[in-house]
C-alpha cells in the first residue's frame, strides 16, 4: 500500500433534529483510529447544494464539494431510512455528481428502526451502480440506533458484533479503495 486513503465520509440526512452527525462522527473516529485511512467528513446540511438541477455552469456550492469528492479515494454514505429509502438531500448531491464517483468505492452505515436502514442501503446501491462507483459488500447497519446508548449516556454500546461490522466493512473498504485508486492511476474509469 502507498500512502493513505482519502476517505469521504458524507452525512446524508439534513433535517433539524437528526442522528446522523453522531453515527458519522462515531464512524469516522472508528476509521481515523487506522493508518492507512486519511478521514473528512462532508456534511449535506452545510453543502447548500441546490435542489434543482441546471444545464448551467455549476453554482458555487456545487463547484466547492465536486473538489472534495473528487479528491476522495473511497465514500462513506451515513444515511437513515425515511419510508423505505434514502433522504432527498442524498439523491440531490448524488445527481450533480458522476465522474466524481466514478470507479471509486462506497459503503454505507445506516441507521433505522428495525431494518437498521437496510432498504435505504438496497437502493443506493443501485443507484451508484449506475455512477460507475463500487459498492463493497459490507456495511454498518444500525437498527432501532436509540436503544445503543449505554447506562453511561454514550453511543453506542459495545457490542461484538457492532465491532466486527465496522471491522469489517473498514478492511474491505481499504481493498477496494487502493485496488480502484491503482486501478485509475493506470486507466481512467470509462464512463
Known amino acids: 500500500m502507498n500512502g493513505r486513503l482519502r476517505v469521504a465520509v458524507i452525512i446524508g440526512s439534513t433535517r433539524v433534529g437528526r442522528f446522523g452527525p453522531t453515527v458519522a462522527g462515531w464512524f469516522a473516529g472508528r476509521a481515523r483510529r487506522r493508518r492507512d485511512f486519511d478521514v473528512e467528513v462532508i456534511d449535506l446540511a452545510d453543502a447548500n447544494l441546490p ?66 436502514g437496510m432498504h435505504a442501503v438496497a437502493h443506493l446501491r443501485e443507484v451508484f451502480a449506475e455512477l460507475n462507483a463500487v459498492a463493497i459488500r459490507d456495511s454498518v447497519s444500525l437498527p432501532c440506533y436509540w436503544n445503543q446508548y449505554a447506562a453511561d449516556g ?17 478492511d474491505q473498504l481499504a481493498w477496494w ?12 474509469c470509462p464512463h
Open 51 to 116: 435542489d434543482r438541477l441546471t444545464d448551467d455552469v455549476p453554482p458555487p456550492p456545487v463547484r466547492h464539494l465536486a473538489a472534495k469528492l473528487e479528491s476522495a479515494d473511497a465514500f462513506v454514505i451515513v444515511t437513515p431510512e425515511y419510508n423505505r429509502s434514502y433522504p432527498a438531500p442524498v439523491k440531490a448531491a448524488i445527481d450533480w455528481y458522476c465522474s466524481e464517483f466514478s470507479g471509486k468505492p462506497v459503503t454505507f452505515v445506516s441507521y433505522g428502526r428495525e431494518s437498521g
Open 154 to 170: 454514550s453511543w453506542p454500546k459495545g457490542s461484538g458484533e457492532l465491532e466486527h461490522s465496522v471491522g469489517a466493512t473498514l
Open 177 to 188: 479503495g487502493f485496488a480502484l485508486r491503482d486501478a485509475r492511476a493506470q486507466q481512467p
